[in-house]
């Protein structure tokens, strides 16, 4: 693995944000800021990473909670999918409003599509569309490394009860579109620990 992974679990729900940070290089980016902007802040100010890009693998608010302050202080863009992109504007598709505390945050920089790269230093993430637990979630494959968001969980996948979610698509995600990431591959999902995409293959019951 040609980057280090530092792992901050943040927010109401335990939302796990992965800083990572090019071996050879001080570039890295920042992955899903779901809160807690200021311990972010101060692990990149620490370890003297220039953060190239924010990328979020789905638009959910306890995925997106940092992320201004993180844009504002850092002065770097944010990536999303497109099919993700309106929730980051509207507090009830990305489920704020039904926490109390409606969320709205500026329209990302960067639209992402199935096959786009994010690049920091030598290293390189490729976007796998994923949709399933929302239209515009993604995984990003690298590195051997699959940063799942919400779609794979270790023994498990992402939620389909919320609105533009689909458990066909997530069964088809899961099952069929990431079927080209090896076994060997470590897998860092969104909440929860981390596990091995062969462990998932053998023994998550939806794969």
Do not use: W
């Not at 992955?31 to 979020?56: F, Q």
């Not at 009830?92 to 230093?121: T, Y």
């Amino acid at each position: 693995m040609d980057f280090t992974i530092k792992t901050i679990v943040a927010g109401l729900v335990g939302t796990n944000c992965y800083i990572l940070k090019d071996n050879y290089s001080d570039e890295g980016i920042i992955i899903d800021p779901g809160d807690n902007a200021a311990g972010i802040l101060a692990y990149i100010r620490a370890e003297k990473i220039d953060v190239k890009v924010i990328a979020l693998t789905h638009g959910h608010f306890d995925h997106i909670g940092a992320v201004e302050e993180l844009r504002k202080s850092l002065n770097v863009p944010v990536a999303v999918h497109a099919d993700d992109a309106d929730m980051l504007l509207d507090g009830k598709q990305n489920l704020s409003a039904f926490m109390g505390s409606p969320m709205v945050i500026k329209p990302a920089d960067i639209i992402l599509n199935d096959g786009d790269c994010i690049s920091f230093g030598g290293c390189s993430l490729r976007v796998i569309s994923t949709p399933g637990h929302t239209k515009g979630g993604i995984c990003l494959y690298g590195g051997g490394a699959l940063f799942s968001g919400d779609t794979l969980f270790a023994g498990s996948v992402g939620r389909t009860d919320f609105p533009g979610s689909s458990t066909k698509d997530i069964l088809d995600s899961v099952q069929n579109r990431l079927s080209k990431v090896s076994d060997s591959t470590k897998v860092f999902p969104g909440h929860g620990p981390t596990s091995q995409m062969g462990i998932e293959r053998e023994s998550n019951p939806y794969m």
